[in-house]
């Protein structure tokens, strides 16, 4: 059972739910539409795990970007890596190997959030 879910919000959610499946690979789980048409809830999955997000806008407040990043492991970081920058994403962090075993490499999504992906596994 999972305890602890990412949450996201996005001017165009449903615009972010796309490209977070065509960038990242994450899977559709579940949409709910705001009697605006807009998204007022949806589910993205990865391996086992959820990841939830909605249309927002307004100011946010949001540390700095080395303060805040959603890591997500996956099998093969150059795979993942290639297709993440196939479809735009912005390489904050080329692939590189870590002293504790693991390949990284961290990118931003459409909304400036940043992603870390390895094969670390906690």
Known sequence: MRSIYPVFRYPDARAAIDWLCAAFDFQVHEVHDAPDGSVAHAQLGYGGDLLMLA??????????????????????????????????????????????????YTARDLAGNVWSFGTYRP
């Open 55 to 104: 249309t927002g806008s307004g100011p946010r407040v949001r540390p700095a970007d080395d303060d805040y990043v959603v890591y997500v492991a996956v099998d093969d970081v150059d795979a993942h890596h290639g297709r993440a920058r196939t479809a735009g994403a912005e390489i904050v962090r080329e692939p590189f190997d870590t002293d504790y075993g693991s390949r990284d």
